[in-house]
């Protein structure tokens, strides 16, 4: 126990790289899986919510018949409104910037010319100048729906008695007619027979893309922390004690171990947390998840951070030192992450790559949560228990031979000459 709790205090003493390689890129792995989330959760809707312009209005009339402000409330039921100023550097900053999708500026006098236009006074129609983004297909809608609301203006406003014939109140009409429709008029989404299956096939892609995303954190904080309790351990001057009490190696070395292990356990356990609270925030059904399926993709994460601790238990014995550790986890992790198959669609990676993943554990991890789900690699086979053992005793197996390579190499570390004291006393001729 004492070892455990020595085990303990180094990793908290070391918690920086706890929270570097594990909360800060974690997190950043999670936003990414949060953001795939968020994009597919959509995809179940019952109506078509098209995508609101950022639309301003400039009113260079005084707001004459309230045109300017009708306007404004005619292009807020699809669009959302935002403030400029009315100079010439804001309005060029604004369309540069992409920050409005469409300017609409009401002319000086444009309220009379159009009242003159309306009442057949005049044939040329006045026009209200407008200014498209140029990367926004919203904008070009909007630019559409300023001259719909003059075109329905007239007929408004021809539709009205001699008498009571005004500008405010034939555009109050068609504010009025708009609102209506906004409110009972959606485009409807056909659902198909396979609706409950897709809901499903939601749900897990979701758990499963979010629990392969832990192959890369895990890759870098568990090798790094077990590295750092293993060579703490195996310091010389410590050793020197530890030989010299009636502790076994092989018992310290097993304390070692579990509470890395320990700790490992725990990571995993708030990894599922996590996802499952991720899922809840961004609304996606839970369908399709079993207790059997979340828990072999568990046992897979588990097994693969095993192997993780075991890569660590392999540094920590051979002498490596922590800038050199830190450098292969890195790179070791880069590798495995570009060629599990989670970065990218393994129908897009060269042959190359896929023969090189398959050497390497991340591969088998994400085709063990593939066979448990039947998604991805597993997609034309379906959920196979088999395949799914088969590919989790993989990992297990590097595990085995990290730790069986690290009991050997630092057998022969230990037997180096170097463990003798240095000498404390010279003869002096």
Not at 259 to 287: E, K, R
Request: aromatic share 10%; proline share 3%; charged share 15%.
């Amino acid at each position: 126990m004492n070892t455990c709790k020595a085990a303990m205090r180094i990793l908290k003493a070391r918690k920086l790289y706890v929270i570097i390689y594990l909360v800060l890129i974690g997190t950043m792995m999670f936003s990414i899986s949060w953001q795939i989330m968020r994009g597919s959760s959509t995809a179940g809707a019952s109506t078509y919510e098209p995508k609101s312009a950022r639309i301003a209005v400039i009113d260079r009339d005084n707001d004459a018949d309230h045109v300017a402000e009708s306007l404004r409330s005619y292009l807020a039921l699809d669009g959302e409104m935002v403030d400029i100023d009315d100079d010439s550097v804001s309005l060029q900053q604004a369309v540069a910037s992409n920050y409005v999708d469409l300017i609409a500026i009401v002319p000086e006098g444009f309220a009379e010319h159009y009242l003159q236009y309306v009442d057949g006074g005049t044939d040329a129609q006045p026009t209200i100048d407008t200014v498209v983004s140029y990367a926004s297909g919203a904008g070009s809608l909007a630019q559409l729906e300023v001259n719909e609301f003059l075109s329905l203006t007239r007929t408004s406003y021809l539709g009205l008695p001699q008498s009571q014939r005004e500008l405010g109140t034939a555009m109050t009409t068609v504010l009025d007619v708009a609102n209506d429709d906004t409110k009972q008029s959606h485009i409807a989404v056909v659902s198909s027979s396979f609706e409950d299956e897709s809901t499903a096939m939601l749900g897990t892609s979701a758990f499963a893309g979010t629990i392969k995303t832990g192959l890369y954190p895990l890759l870098l904080v568990m090798p790094i922390c077990t590295f750092l309790v293993v060579s703490t351990f195996n310091d010389s001057e410590i050793r020197r004690r530890l030989y010299s009490s009636p502790a076994r190696t092989v018992s310290l070395e097993s304390q070692q171990m579990l509470t890395c292990g320990a700790f490992g356990l725990l990571v995993c356990v708030a990894y599922i947390a996590v996802t499952f609270l991720l899922m809840m925030l961004a609304g996606v059904s839970f369908d399709g998840l079993t207790i059997i399926n979340v828990g072999l993709a568990f046992v897979s994460l588990l097994t693969y951070t095993f192997m993780a601790i075991a890569c660590g238990f392999l540094l920590g014995s051979t002498g490596f030192n922590e800038m050199a550790t830190n450098g292969f986890a890195n790179v070791f992790a880069l590798l495995v992450m570009f060629t599990s198959g989670m970065a990218f669609p393994v129908d897009m990676m060269p042959d190359p790559m896929i023969l090189i993943g398959k050497l390497l554990p991340g591969w088998w991890l994400c085709s063990s949560i593939d066979y448990a789900f039947g998604l991805g690699t597993a997609s034309s086979h379906g959920v196979d228990y088999g395949m799914w053992a088969c590919d989790t005793g993989l990992v297990a197996l590097f595990a085995a031979a990290f730790i069986c390579l690290g009991l050997a190499l630092g057998r022969i570390h230990r037997a180096r000459p170097t463990l003798a004291s240095p000498a404390t006393t010279q003869l002096v001729r």
